[in-house]
T-cell receptor
Framework: DSGVTQTPKHLITATGQRVTLRCSPRSGDLSVYWYQQSLDQGLQFLIQYYNGEERAKGNILERFSAQQFPDLHSELNLSSLELGDSALYFC?????????????FGPGTRLTVT | GNSVTQMEGPVTLSEEAFLTINCTYTATGYPSLFWYVQYPGEGLQLLLKATKADDKGSNKGFEATYRKETTSFHLEKGSVQVSDSAVYFCALRGGGADGLTFGKGTHLIIQP
């Protein structure tokens, strides 16, 4: 158990809909990262927040957005969903932002868009 | 930009065999290097890391050495077990990007 929690575990929705994925980081970690894992694209970094502020953006679509709240939990919002958005979405957390900090991953949310 | 290349497999070995999974990278600056393992239906677990040239990361019998001259971070284990069957990901961080850049993963199957 990494200490990072994600809800829900599974999500099935229809094209065009909007969903929210939730992540709680390890106790004491200030940085949260979101990743997408799909068969064709592999594991891709989406976005990072540090202590409530957006810190870095990766391959995140404009239809996707995220935020980190004062209690440090984070939410990833996916809107106008397409079939190709079906994937595993992972949240990770780390104590700091430097390159040597380890990132600890949650169990993931499996999103299926029908 | 940053990139990681690793053999995709599947790699099938017998129990107690020697394991090597190759990983090479391209990055600007001096990245940190990581190996993660993913068991079926689970998230990624950090296996080991190295943050500078010639560092050796080790954990649970696995080892990898940061080789700057060959831009490599190959994963090795002297004697694999059935329980090591999983997907292994090589990753880097640094060189201007704050997220991890992953390889495509190597599916390892250990037969008794």
């Amino acid at each position: 158990d990494s200490g990072v929690t994600q809800t829900p575990k599974h999500l099935i929705t229809a094209t065009g809909q909007r969903v929210t994925l939730r992540c709680s980081p390890r106790s004491g970690d200030l940085s949260v990262y979101w990743y997408q894992q799909s068969l064709d694209q592999g594991l891709q970094f989406l976005i990072q927040y540090y202590n409530g502020e957006e810190r870095a953006k990766g391959n995140i679509l404009e239809r996707f957005s995220a935020q980190q709240f004062p209690d440090l939990h984070s939410e990833l919002n996916l809107s106008s969903l397409e079939l190709g958005d079906s994937a595993l979405y992972f949240c990770a957390s780390s104590a700091g932002t430097g390159r040597s900090y380890e990132q600890y991953f949650g169990p993931g949310t499996r999103l299926t868009v029908t | 930009g940053n990139s990681v290349t690793q053999m995709e497999g599947p790699v099938t070995l017998s129990e107690e065999a020697f394991l090597t999974i190759n990983c090479t990278y391209t990055a600007t600056g001096y990245p940190s290097l990581f190996w993660y393992v993913q068991y079926p239906g689970e998230g990624l677990q950090l296996l080991l890391k190295a943050t500078k040239a010639d560092d050796k990361g080790s954990n649970k019998g696995f080892e990898a050495t940061y080789r700057k001259e060959t831009t490599s971070f190959h994963l090795e284990k002297g004697s694999v077990q059935v329980s090591d069957s999983a997907v292994y990901f090589c990753a880097l961080r640094g060189g201007g990007a704050d997220g991890l850049t992953f390889g495509k993963g190597t599916h390892l199957i250990i037969q008794p």
